[in-house]
């Protein structure tokens, strides 16, 4: 494969289309169906049920978003703020922080919530870009008390209630994301319903998405980009089913880019995933030979970003490229909050 460059990823988006809020009913945004022989198909998104075959296997991540934003100051007074990217035991975690000055290993920073309770947390040390931090108590609930939802930067207004739920899968179950696995976002109860009496199978993944999910690809090669890393789980039942389905030809669609990721990050052959859980670096571009999926859902990704890459590696860079003019031309509403798409026939490693 030719060496690949960021500046092959790039592409002029119009600010108003950055999506703010989310639509009032999830199943009501737009879906562009790219389809594989050419050409594209405006819909919405409770047209999924007819792109979608009785007997295809969606996959889900179903990883909880915590309340992740932290804000509060220095014990010596300066402003700081935290975003948890992962919790790595009962009572620690590591974080981004912003501060006026880098705080050192020993440093209190407090947090109060609106009730007036106050949050003590050290710095205990650094792990690269990440500050290492240790909570009285343990961080779970007390990132629910003082904590606030994590919204993604190019959203520029602050959390507010309604986001609690709002970026928030339905099927939202085991808590540790920083970031919501956003294509999931779409899914109603209802939806989902009607999709298993259209004859659909589903399964459950997890990957927790990290804070880094939104860090930039600095390196102009790519193949000099080191990806963040992040954990995943698949039980038994769910290799079983993807193993069955790929034996028997049936489509593993995938909803979202983490539940894709987790999925080539457990495949061990074509066609073949084990159960487990681990972390993954696998970083998607084109050129990749997918073993697991067969089609994906995802919505419209930040200009060279790693998931444009992953993405141009199921559909190609030009026409990636090609149907997010069309999807600007038409005023698809982009990224977290915005609308999705369709892409099918991924290329399959022998």
Known sequence: MPEQYLSDFDFDLPQELIAQFPLEQRDNCRLLHVIPSGGYEDLRFHDIRRLLRPGDLLVMNNTFVIKARLRGHKATGGAAEALVERVTGERTAIAMMHASKSPKPGTEVIFENAGGEVLTVRVTGRQGEFFELEFPDSILPLLDRFGRTPLPPYIERDANAADESTYQTVYAKIPGAVAAPTAG????????????????????????VGAGTFQPVREEKISEHHMHSEWYSVSEEVAEKVNRAKKEGRRVVAVGTTSLRTL?????????IQPGSRDTTLFVTPGYRF????????????????????????????????????????KYRFFSYGDAMFLEDAPQAK
């Open 264 to 272: 080539e990050a457990a495949a061990v052959a074509p066609g073949v």
């Open 291 to 330: 073993r697991t999926i067969d089609a994906l859902i995802t919505n419209f990704h930040l200009p060279k970003s790693t998931l444009v890459m992953l993405v141009s590696a199921i559909a190609g860079r030009e026409r990636i490229l090609d149907a997010y003019r069309h999807a600007i031309e038409n």
């Open 185 to 208: 976002l779409h899914f109603t109860r209802e939806l989902l319903d009607e999709l298993k009496k259209d004859g659909i199978d589903e399964a459950y993944v997890t990957l927790h």
